[in-house]
């Protein structure tokens, strides 16, 4: 998703001066070419990410379009006062932009784990939050953030994620994709857990059940329609995050169907449950120890359906 | 002997300012009595870089507050908005009588600085120590795409001890943003203390120079001093500029001046009367 994302922006920024990308320091290699090309397009502001958000308020506020860029925590929860205050009062036209959300940056620790950002961006007035599930999502959220107007949060995997769609699909901001058809059970994910959720969702279609399969790209605004048709067309409901089930995906799809009147017979959040991860490890082991591989979101279903058989 | 000459050049300019100067602490104090606001002691120690910056420093332009060629002004310490709404409405931003909706419910006019439905106002503040993070990020568009105008932020010496602040004072300087320039309302009283007891920020001008900006002292009272100072700029070439302003909290009110209680009381009855008749030249 990184690479999908600095390729496309630097291919849109040759053609468009007012997008300017700026960075707290980090994104070692992946920007020499960005900075070679368009040095008067790119900042890199130090290790200063409450100045950056504020500058980056303060260039869209003069005409740009301006992506922040910085791994993990760092570029949300350090600067979200200016985030609320100069980005989203002002409805300035910038972009946040983390890589590494949810465990990508496993190994390096809690203070790495991005996975309470989804609830806090959906929290901000005005923002629109979108976390796309493999690089050809990336690249179309890009392209369709150039022409938004608004404050953004795009939340970004890592480096070298699977490409889940085979051909570009249709792709429309707040306009969730279907990826499976399905009747039986729907599985709604969100970023970067697509590529598991698809594998999942393959595995349940093996044991005789029809899933689902929805790329929530955009959590804010949902795509309550996707939802609800989800809600009345299969049983069951499952929302699939690499975050807290506080609040992202999960919570934003239970408070629209609690509100909704439209219930599935089940419904469940596969996600973190808001604690700290108390082991070390990778990414793909964090994942597989908190249920979060094709094999723990197969089990979370199974067990959702036995109870209910029961 | 700048201040002199600038004083010979254009004494109908001072005598302006004067005026306009005395009118919007006049305003500043009648609608922190009518908000039973506080922060008039803010608002009072300003009077004068609003008056000198709106009379004769600043481009722009009531009648299109957003013409695209204007200088940008930011008030980073929002609190002080009644001076501020005060000299926006005396030169002609919106109708004087807007004044007396301040805090009101309804109002546009909220308690610190808010842009919505406001001529004039850049960017909303209330939260210190984002003001010239975003004016940085003006300045450095400004810069680099060649356009003339400048942006101008006007801090508090309390929001000084935001980490925020000191970033972009660092970034600034290595991007040679001469187009920015900072004016520090130094009154030297901050929410619960002098500034010396909270967090003593002297030598304040050399924590400035050190950091690379070009950086000028003046009494923040002294229309002359002030206007002098204010169309000096840049003060060098490839820097950004930095006014401290010494100045008074509660200037013009004999019995607010300098004290800390002014950062909150609001002035009523008695109290509220002699400030008047202070302003009224009647003391």
């Known amino acids: 998703m990184r690479s999908a994302f600095i390729d496309t922006l630097l291919e849109l920024a040759r053609k468009d001066p007012r997008i300017v990308l700026i960075t707290g320091d980090l994104g070692f290699g992946v920007f020499n070419l960005f900075m070679a090309e368009l040095p008067s397009q790119f900042v890199n502001v130090g290790v200063a990410e409450q100045n950056m958000t504020g500058m980056a308020a303060g260039m869209a506020l003069s005409g740009k379009i301006v992506f922040t860029y910085s791994i993990a925590n760092f570029p949300v929860i350090r600067p979200l006062e200016q985030i609320r205050n100069d980005v989203c009062y002002h409805k ?32 901000m007035p005005n923002m629109l939050v979108v976390a796309p599930g493999d690089p050809a999502e990336t690249r179309l959220a890009v392209r369709a953030l150039i022409d938004y107007q608004g404050p953004a949060y795009l939340r970004l995997g890592r480096a ?23 009747s039986d059970v729907t599985l709604i ?10 594998q999942a969702a393959d595995v349940l279609g093996e044991l005789g059940i029809e899933t689902r399969v929805i790329s929530m790209h955009t959590v804010k605004p949902l795509d309550e329609e996707a939802v609800l048709a989800a809600a009345r067309e299969t049983q069951a409901v499952f929302t699939v995050e690499e975050h807290s089930i506080i609040g992202g995906l999960g919570g934003a799809v239970a408070e629209l169907l609690l509100e909704s009147h439209v219930r599935p017979a089940i419904f469940k959040r ?17 994942r597989a120890r908190y249920g979060l591989d094709s094999k723990g979101i197969v089990s979370s279903v199974l067990e959702e359906l036995n109870k209910k058989s029961c | ?80 908005c009644a001076a501020y709404y005060a000299v926006l409405a005396e030169t002609g931003f919106f109708p004087l009588d807007w004044l007396a909706t301040f805090y009101q419910d309804g109002s546009k006019l909220a308690g610190h600085a808010t842009h919505t439905h406001v001529p004039g106002i850049e960017i909303s503040t209330g939260s210190l120590g984002h003001g010239l993070s975003v004016a940085t990020g003006m300045a450095l568009t400004g810069k680099r795409d060649g356009l003339s105008w400048r942006v101008f932020c006007l801090l508090s010496d309390g929001e000084c001890d935001e980490g925020s602040t000191w970033e972009p004072i660092l970034f600034a300087p290595q991007h040679k943003l001469d187009n920015l320039i900072a004016i520090v309302d130094y009154n030297k009283i901050q929410s619960l203390g002098t500034v010396k007891e909270v967090i003593d920020l ?49 200037k013009g009110v004999s019995f607010m001046e300098d004290r800390l209680l002014w950062h909150y009381r609001t002035p009523q009855g008695e109290e509220y009367a002699a400030a008047l008749t202070e302003l009224d030249g009647g003391a």
């Open chain 1, 92 to 123: 300035a036209n910038v972009r946040i932009v983390p890589v590494g959300g949810g465990m990508a940056y496993g190994s390096l620790g809690p203070s790495h784990h991005a996975t309470e950002d989804i609830a806090l961006m959906r929290a």
């Open chain 1, 160 to 182: 070298g994620e699977p490409a889940v769609h085979k051909c570009e699909p249709t792709f429309e901001l707040g306009k969730a994709i279907i990826v499976r058809p399905g």
């Open chain 1, 189 to 198: 994910s969100t970023g970067g857990m697509l590529y598991d959720t698809v």
């Open chain 1, 270 to 286: 596969i996600g973190l449950s808001g604690g700290f991860s108390s082991v070390v490890g990778t990414q793909e082991f964090l």
């Open chain 2, 1 to 80: 002997m700048i201040v002199h000459q600038a004083v010979n050049r254009d004494s109908h300019q001072i005598v302006h300012l004067r005026q306009l100067a005395a009118k919007v602490r006049r305003h500043s104090v009648e609608m922190t009595h009518n908000a039973k606001a506080s922060h008039v002691g803010s608002s009072l120690s300003m009077v004068e870089l609003l008056a000198v910056l709106y009379g004769c420093v600043l481009r722009v332009n009531p009648t299109q507050p957003d013409w695209p060629e204007r200088d940008r002004f930011i008030l980073s310490k929002g609190h002080g």
């Open chain 2, 202 to 250: 002297d030598p304040f001008a050399d924590k400035w120079r050190a950091f690379g900006w070009a950086v000028r002292e003046v009494d923040g009272h002294n229309l002359a001093e002030i206007e002098a100072v204010l169309t000096s700029l840049p003060f060098e070439p490839g820097r950004p500029s930095c006014v401290i302003a010494h100045t008074i909290k509660g």
